[in-house]
């Protein structure tokens, strides 16, 4: 069955491949779009926990000022 491949074989199997891979350096460029997304990723992650880092944790149960400024110049 596969021993007998001829040239028309050959190039129909070798177009496959290439509308599979697109030819060369597609892999490659897909691979670094990749490798860019997941550094871009990291890069928010850390991001993220040095903004929770910098708000000042506040103590259950103390009371928050939530009054707006033009009724604290009234009261």
């Known amino acids: 069955m596969f021993g007998r491949l001829g040239p028309v074989e050959i190039i ?3 177009a496959v491949i ?3 891979f697109g030819g ?3 892999i490659s460029a897909m691979m ?3 490798a860019k997304g997941i550094k871009s ?3 928010g992650m850390k991001e993220s926990d040095q903004a929770e880092e910098s708000t000042p944790p506040t103590m ?3 009371p928050i000022n939530v009054t707006p ?3 604290k110049s009234k009261a």
């Open 69 to 71: 400024e033009k009724e």
């Open 18 to 20: 290439l509308l599979f």
């Open 32 to 34: 670094g779009d990749m």
């Open 60 to 62: 259950i149960g103390e």
């Open 41 to 43: 990723f990291r890069k």
């Open 24 to 26: 060369r350096g597609k």
């Open 12 to 14: 129909v199997i070798l």
